[in-house]
């Protein structure tokens, strides 16, 4: 059964950047992207990008690009996300995701448990 | 970027009643479509993908349905369990990106 278990929360200062990771267990890492999303308080689902872990390749949201980071280190079936430049608009909680894919047909499935980052002087 | 705007924002249904949740994209997303819910504290759960097709576990009182830019999501016969707040989310050309959500309350 697939699980993610994400990194704990993180405390930042306006400016900083932030790392989280996403430990992957139970299905073939490298076979399935692994994707962002984000969600302020109080607010809706944000998704931010996604990697391939098979190879690597990325694809952000074009609100992040040139801010957000995302990798993967194969060894540990991990996916990392660095978000930079942080403003207090990035407090929210942050989520990786599995996409599933069957036969052309998307959900993301399963979730992490979230990880709060809270961005304040 | 392809935006997808979810009606109502709250919907108030009493228990046991049947509830439909709308989702339109700004442009065609053919069937690349999918439902989440997702209650307070939690990860959002993957309902509905491909448009209509159950997730894994979901109970078939959970229907989706659309094409092109309308979709529907119908839950019929409304369990307390039912009551939080579900998001559409479509993929196209690589990109995803997710309605604001519609909450579901209790009349």
């Known amino acids: 059964q697939a699980r993610l278990v994400q990194s704990g929360a993180e405390l930042k200062k306006p400016g900083a950047s932030v790392t989280i990771s996403c430990k992957a267990s139970?299905?073939?890492?490298?076979?399935?992207?692994m994707h962002w999303v984000r969600q302020a308080p109080g607010q809706g689902l944000e998704w931010m990008g996604m990697?391939?872990?098979?190879?690597?390749?990325?694809n952000y949201a074009q609100k992040f690009q040139g801010r957000v980071t995302m990798t993967r280190d194969s060894p540990t079936s991990t996916v990392m996300m660095v978000l930079s430049s942080l403003t207090s608009a990035d407090t929210a909680v942050y989520y990786c995701?599995?996409?599933?894919?069957?036969?052309?047909?998307?959900?993301?499935?399963?979730w992490g448990q979230g990880t709060l980052v809270t961005v304040s002087s | 970027e392809v935006e997808m705007t979810q009606s109502p924002a709250t919907l108030s249904v009493s228990p046991g009643e049947r509830a439909t949740l709308s989702c339109r994209a700004s442009?065609?997303?053919?069937?690349?479509l999918a439902w989440y819910q997702q209650k307070p504290g939690q990860a959002p759960r993957l309902l509905i993908y491909?448009?209509?097709t159950r997730a894994t576990g979901i109970p078939d009182r959970f229907t989706g349905s659309g094409s092109g830019t309308d979709f529907t999501l119908t839950i019929s016969s409304l369990q307390s369990e039912d009551f939080a707040v579900y998001y559409c989310?479509?993929?196209?050309?690589?990109?995803?990106?997710f309605g604001q959500g519609t909450k579901l309350e209790i009349k």
């Open positions: 995701t599995k996409e599933n894919n069957w036969k052309g047909r998307r959900g993301f499935d399963p």
């Open positions: 139970g299905y073939t890492f490298s076979s399935y992207y």
């Open positions: 990697i391939n872990p098979n190879g690597g390749s990325t």
């Open positions: 442009q065609s997303v053919s069937s690349d």
């Open positions: 491909g448009a209509s």
């Open positions: 989310q479509q993929y196209n050309n690589g990109l995803y990106s």
